[in-house]
């Protein structure tokens, strides 16, 4: 496992909820991680940790290929990739999403 990949598993599993995305929770930097900031806090999560993929390229990149997904944001709940913000989306209009954060 490369270091970037390591770190990345390492934010992953050290966090109950991640959110990879541009920008940060409060600023958001792109439509998509804006939606799915905007999701979690419906969805009434307030253990969220977020990494900014702008600030890091290889983690950017990176991330990519950890979960075999080529768009961002990307969610990860108790260390499992969930999706990006259509998948959140649906997720939570059919309450999957509520049960997946579910302590």
Do not use: H
Not at 5 to 34: H, Y
């Amino acid at each position: 496992m490369s270091d970037v990949q390591q770190r990345i598993d390492e934010l992953v599993k050290g966090n109950r909820v991640v959110l990879f995305m541009k920008g940060t929770a409060q600023f958001p930097m792109c439509g998509f991680s804006g939606r799915a900031i905007q999701i979690l806090k419906a969805a009434g999560v307030s253990d969220l940790t977020t990494f900014n993929v702008l600030e890091d390229a290889e983690v950017r990149q990176g991330i990519k290929d950890y979960a075999n997904w080529p768009t961002i944001p990307q969610l990860y709940v108790k260390g499992e990739f969930i999706g990006g913000s259509d998948i959140m989306m649906e997720m939570y209009e059919s309450g999957e999403l509520q049960q997946a954060l579910a302590a």
